[in-house]
């Protein structure tokens, strides 16, 4: 579930811990990359998942049976102009950030098809 505004505190916390993460969190982070091109741009997704959240859960008890956060970067080019931004997510999947990835690019397609 991606994180917005109107969870902001939760969406504060999950930003601040990517923005500035532990040393002991770092090293318990998967990483994933893929690379999209097609339609005149190219466009870079990065993913960091961590299951490290025993303090999320503590801070934010309400939301049951979290397991994971996640962060993707975009960066598209398009033509010349070059645009950067940053996602935020929550899940109650384990999977390794290779399968958050996908499945958050594929979730992301659904939406766009609906449109």
Not at 25 to 31: F, H, I
Not at 34 to 39: A, C, N, R, V
Request: with cysteine; aromatic share 4%.
């Amino acid at each position: 579930m991606a994180l917005k505004g109107n969870q902001s505190s939760l969406h504060d916390d999950v930003r601040l811990h990517f923005e500035q993460p532990a040393p002991a969190s770092l090293a318990r982070m998967t990483r994933a990359e893929s690379i999209d091109k097609g339609h005149g741009r190219i466009e870079v997704r990065q993913c960091r998942a961590c299951t490290d959240i025993d303090w999320l859960r503590v801070r934010h008890p309400e939301w049951k049976n979290l397991n994971s956060i996640v962060a993707i970067d975009s960066e598209r080019l398009i033509g010349d102009v070059t645009t950067q931004e940053t996602r935020y997510c929550i899940s109650s999947s384990l999977t390794s950030a290779t399968q958050m990835l996908i499945s958050v690019r594929l979730h992301k397609d659904i939406e766009n098809q609906l449109h």
